[in-house]
């Protein structure tokens, strides 16, 4: 059972907007996640600025990842009396200029002194056509843009006491919003990858009752780094080319990784919320 989604369920009366990466509520798109001390980070691993930062484009990532425009953003933060207040400014500096980036406005939120550092972020974004999860057909190509399995190996640099580039996928995701505003016609589902290759397309494929025949094997370095913030997409294999295309214009590699097919989807990784 994936108790993340069995919990969420429970507290939804409308079971069909839930199981994306965002609601869907006319062209508006609503998402959220948080970002805690002690579970997605350490703060000697990274600065306030780095924090702020990346709390907020992981935010970012599950409108693009529903070919949505991030337009608004709602943040909550919980800090621990001892931050000073150059270390608020950094932190504040991160979020700011993530959201300045994406052309989102920070419209308000809430602020409480906590024992550690904890963030809450809720994107307001739009779409008139929303890349949902749903819709994967047996014979569809599943594939993921870029490189994966560098968020894991660093994340084990620093866990054993090292450092990392500050441009590290681990502290700063790189966004595919180009390759997916223009693919997305081609498109039957997708998601961004946060917990993992294994994990992820499980979760599509167990969404859509379906399998997945794998290309080759996977090392589990590489299937089970999360956080990585790539895109998952499915499509139909005729149009593989068109989207070939769209790869080389954006600059966007990607890699074709299975095919979906009738049977059940099975997560090789550990689970990395519960």
């Not at 946060?194 to 399998?211: E, I, Q, T, V, W």
Request: aromatic share 8%; with cysteine; net charge positive.
């Amino acid at each position: 059972m994936n108790i993340e989604n069995h919990f969420i369920a429970l507290m939804s009366q409308k079971r069909s907007r839930i199981g994306d990466d965002g609601a869907v509520l006319g062209e508006w798109v609503y998402s959220k996640d948080i970002f805690f001390e002690n579970v997605h980070f350490k703060r000697q691993w990274l600065s306030s600025y780095q924090i702020g930062y990346k709390a907020m484009i992981i935010n970012i990532s599950d409108a693009i990842a529903m070919n949505a425009k991030p337009k608004y953003a709602l943040v909550g933060v919980a800090m621990p009396r001892s931050m000073s207040l150059h270390d608020m400014g950094e932190l504040s500096r991160g979020m700011r200029e993530c959201a300045d980036t994406f052309g989102v406005e920070i419209i308000g939120g809430d602020t409480i002194s906590n024992v550690k550092l904890d963030l809450s972020v809720t994107i307001i974004s739009k779409s008139k056509h929303p890349l949902m999860r749903r819709g994967l057909r047996a014979g569809d190509l599943i594939a993921h843009t870029g490189q994966i399995g560098e968020s894991l190996r660093h994340l084990r640099y620093l866990m054993a006491g090292g450092k990392v580039n500050s441009q590290s996928r681990f502290v700063r995701p790189v966004l595919r919003e180009k390759f997916i505003q223009k693919a997305r016609p081609y498109l039957r589902c997708g998601m961004d990858i946060s917990d993992g290759l294994y994990s992820d397309a499980g979760k599509l494929c167990s969404l859509n009752r379906l399998g997945i025949q794998w290309k080759s094997k996977l090392h589990k370095n590489r299937a089970c780094s999360g956080e990585e913030y790539e895109m998952l997409i499915a499509f139909n294999p005729i149009h593989k080319q068109a989207l070939m295309r769209i790869s080389k214009l954006t600059r966007t590699p990607f890699s074709i990784i299975g095919t979906a097919k009738r049977g059940k989807a099975v997560n090789r990784c550990k689970a990395h919320h519960f």
